[in-house]
């Protein structure tokens, strides 16, 4: 298990956090120091609401190691509601049917399960399809 | 010692800024625990339970109700110069539950963190605690958590009623409260109710004893010491919430007290979500703030085994209803609902081995 970038990643992946140009304001995620709009650098941290839509997905079956306790799951490419596309399982989906343009927002959930009793827990941002509009 | 001496009662008078609830969605009905166990014979303590998803723990659902807390309290999460957790299913046996929540709501670095243990009043615990850190001005904001994914042994009577949920508040001084804490007292001996040891998965209860010298005694005492203290009667009160391990129990405690069923349904959520442990009383609370109005009065009494109750009287303000619309309200938890059979609860609870 790679404890370091576990470690380095952990603002990104618990809530969300990117990064906004400071020239053309465009948001950024995942955080990459320069603007993929305008090319200038963008280190401002910015917090994302964790709202967006899903753009597209497909369900995995045959999980990679680490994940097989979760099969069959959904990952899914959602376009957050500040612009960027993000991939990300998706959680708490029972009954409802995954559809392109699906409203969801970001929760922190366990990564990996506890197949490995005697390491670390990964936390990270997964998305649910959204329990109540304020 | 005096009736007015026995209060914990802070400098500066202190409340709840931000209230947050969290419970899972998916459900597990008494009936299936029978089905299982007893031929489906026996009556049954509630109608189900919540039960945590295969990507859920401590951790994780503190996460969501302290951002809930955070939505209704509107201050920034650097403010917040505590945040403690309370529960007795954390995650790790050793590394904080806190920090990650800490860490995951924005809260870090300038804080304390910590997880509590005090069987099912570790949430309320955490709770007074953080009234002395506000109260005594060493911190604006304090946020205290109860939470738990609550396990019993397979077919025993726990596992019907051991559910999982909790609530997050974040306290702050009176003038930023959507509900005023007026007093606190606390009632704690040492009784052999309900233990768990290091290492051992599930718990064990000392049978019959865990009713008259226990739940009743503790409630019962912590309550009628902090309405007696205060001048107050159980018609002063809207609305009572107590420890809920079961329907029962809170019922009866409040009919000791001298309280209407009216007064005890809205915060007795036991027959839906099951016993959340360290959640079980303040998630009641929750379910009240979210319609009560300005000017009730709420008297919150927690149980936990081993034992001790933590009593409050609790008053809303005029900030109520600026703050509880902006985030989910404890119904929508509950009503957002996926029933599960016993093989399912099985497979989500890692009752099903891999390896
Ligand atoms: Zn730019």
Request: proline residues 6%.
């Amino acid at each position: 298990m790679d404890i370091p970038r576990h470690w380095r990643l952990k603002k990104q992946r618990y809530a969300l956090v990117g990064e906004v140009c400071g020239h053309c304001d465009t948001k950024v995620f995942p955080p990459r120091d320069i603007c993929p709009a305008c090319g200038e650098e963008a280190k401002t941290l910015y917090q994302f609401s964790g709202r967006g839509e899903v753009y597209s997905y497909t369900t995995v079956y045959e999980a990679p190691a680490g994940f097989e306790e979760g099969a069959p799951y959904t990952i899914a490419m959602v376009r957050l509601a500040e612009g960027p596309l993000v991939t990300a399982q998706l959680t708490d989906l029972e009954e409802k049917r995954v559809e392109i343009g699906m409203p969801v927002e970001m929760v922190t959930r366990k990564l990996r399960n506890a197949t490995d009793e005697r390491g670390m827990l990964v936390y990270g941002y997964k998305f649910r399809p959204v329990v109540a509009v304020p | 010692m005096a009736d007015m001496e026995k209060l914990l009662k802070p400098e500066h008078p202190v409340g709840i800024v931000g209230y947050g609830a969290y419970v899972p969605r998916y459900r597990l009905p008494a009936s299936e625990v029978a089905r299982i166990w007893t031929d489906g014979t026996g009556g049954l303590p509630i109608k189900e339970k919540s039960v945590p998803g295969l990507d859920e723990d401590v951790v994780t659902m503190s996460v969501e109700a302290a951002r809930n807390a955070l939505l209704r309290a509107g201050i920034p999460p650097t403010e917040i110069r505590a945040v403690w957790v309370g529960s007795e299913s954390h995650p790790y046996a050793v590394k904080p539950t806190s920090t990650i929540v800490a860490e995951a709501i924005g809260a870090v670095p300038n804080t304390q963190a910590a997880d509590w243990e005090f069987a099912c009043k570790a949430g309320t615990e955490a709770m007074v605690a953080a009234m002395g850190l506000v109260g005594s001005g060493m911190a604006r904001y304090a946020m205290a958590i109860g939470m738990d994914t609550a396990q019993g042994r397979p077919g025993d009577a726990l596992e019907y009623t051991a559910g999982a949920g909790g609530a997050a508040f974040i306290l702050g001084l009176e003038e930023d409260s959507l509900a005023v804490i007026e007093a606190s007292y606390s009632y704690v001996t040492d009784t052999p109710d309900f233990w768990r040891r290091a290492d051992q998965k599930y718990p064990e209860h000392g049978h019959r004893f865990t009713g008259e010298p226990a739940y009743f005694h503790h409630i019962v005492s912590a309550a009628e010491a902090v309405m007696e203290a205060t001048g107050t009667k159980a018609e002063d009160y809207q609305y009572a919430v107590f420890h809920q391990p079961n329907a029962k129990f809170p019922q009866r405690a409040g009919q000791m007290l001298g309280f209407m069923p009216e007064q005890i349904e809205t915060g007795l959520l036991v027959q839906d979500i099951g016993n959340t442990y360290s959640g079980a009383a303040i998630i009641g609370l929750t379910a009240i703030l979210d319609i009560a109005k300005p000017g009730d009065r709420i008297l919150m009494t927690s149980f936990g085994s081993g034992a001790g109750s933590d009593s409050m009287v609790i008053r809303v303000t005029e900030r109520i209803d600026a703050s509880r619309g902006k985030a989910p309200t404890t119904q929508e938890y509950i009503t957002r609902r996926t029933e599960i059979d016993y093989a399912q609860y099985v497979r989500m609870r890692g009752k099903l081995t891999m390896k």
